[in-house]
T-cell receptor, first 112, second 115 residues
Framework: ELKVEQNPLFLSMQEGKNYTIYCNYS?????LYWYRQDPGKSLESLFV?????AVKQEGRLMASLDTKARLSTLHITAAVHDLSATYFC????????????FGAGTILRVKS | NAGVMQNPRHLVRRRGQEARLRCSPM?????VYWYRQLPEEGLKFMVY????????ESGMPKERFSAEFPKEGPSILRIQQVVRGDSAAYFC?????????????FGQGTRLTVV
């Protein structure tokens, strides 16, 4: 069964700083998704990473996937307050039913 | 093209009542996934359905919970004899094909409160 570990679980940053969120998973998967969730809201798709070495960037966020290391990262550049939210990674469990398995989430707070 | 529609958005039930949560997938999507999110936690997979078929129900509690996705109409997640521990946000997602190369889009969720 695929297990997903995100860290850190809570991240408090100053505006303008850089930081990386890590997502490790336990079994082979070559598909991984990153989502953002604001309090009381649904999940907003940020990135879909479809192959080893995939790198995608949107604004101040950049996501990468290393399927050999079973690791994905979400890098935040020059954080701004609007990025405050909870971020989830979700690799695809291809061994058991092709379903997304979510990490516990990283709560990001960007302080002015 | 409307997104994934869930209703109701908020549902309050007394202990012992039944809760019925509905999910209408995006147009052209025939795969539906249900997830549960407890407060301050991530999403836990419950069940994966195609039209008229349950593909994977490994995350469904053994008792009181059932799901269906009929040929016509929305997918329904039914919780019988609700207990306080069932209070959570229930999200459904739909995709046009099985996992893999296609993306799953999430609905706004139904927030169930059991009093």
């Amino acid at each position: 069964e695929l297990k997903v570990e995100q860290n850190p679980l809570f991240l408090s940053m100053q505006e303008g700083k850089n930081y990386t969120i890590y997502c490790n998973y336990s079994t082979t998967s070559d598909r991984l998704y990153w989502y953002r969730q604001d309090p009381g809201k649904s999940l907003e798709s940020l990135f879909v990473l479809l192959s080893n070495g995939a790198v995608k960037q949107e604004g101040r966020l950049m996501a990468s996937l290393d399927t050999k290391a079973r690791l994905s990262t979400l890098h935040i550049t020059a954080a701004v307050h609007d990025l405050s939210a909870t971020y989830f990674c979700a690799p695809l469990d291809q061994e058991y039913g092709n379903k997304l398995v979510f990490g516990a989430g990283t709560i990001l707070r960007v302080k002015s | 093209n409307a997104g994934v529609m869930q209703n109701p958005r908020h549902l309050v039930r007394r202990r012992g009542q039944e809760a019925r949560l509905r999910c209408s997938p995006m147009k052209g999507h025939s795969h539906v996934y249900w997830y549960r999110q407890l407060p301050e936690e991530g999403l836990k997979f419950m069940v994966y359905l195609q039209k008229e078929n349950i593909i994977d129900e490994s995350g469904m509690p053994k008792e009181r919970f059932s799901a269906e996705f009929p040929k016509e109409g929305p997918s329904i997640l039914r919780i019988q004899q609700v207990v306080r521990g069932d209070s959570a946000a229930y999200f459904c997602a739909s995709s046009p094909a099985q996992g893999g190369n296609t993306e799953a889009f999430f609905g706004q969720g139904t927030r169930l409160t059991v009093v």
